[in-house]
């Protein structure tokens, strides 16, 4: 639970984690993220911008605090998209 160092709360990712499970959600997430890149994922202003259009999709309320503290845990994972090593990590923090 790497999120936690970053001071998202467990509950909240439970809660967006549940919500991603419905099929709708996921396919609007989903086609949002589509064409996302490596060099996407490492710009602050784009990880801003998609982090309040995913809040937006998932019905949740997310503050200034909570979307600085996202924006940081996502740039410092340096994700790779196209990287199944990376994916595979990220799906088990958050299984």
Do not use: C
Not at 19 to 45: A, I
């Amino acid at each position: 639970m790497s999120y936690v160092k970053y001071g998202i709360s467990p509950e909240f990712v439970e809660r967006v984690k549940t919500k991603t499970k419905n099929p709708q959600v996921k396919d609007k997430l989903k086609k949002m993220l589509d064409g996302v890149n490596k060099h996407d994922l490492q710009d602050r202003t784009k990880v801003r911008r998609l982090v309040k259009s995913a809040g937006v999709i998932l019905n949740e309320k997310i503050s200034g605090t909570q979307e600085d503290q996202i924006v940081a845990f996502v740039l410092a994972q340096k994700i790779d998209p196209n990287n199944t090593f990376h994916l595979i990590k990220l799906w088990g923090m958050f299984r």
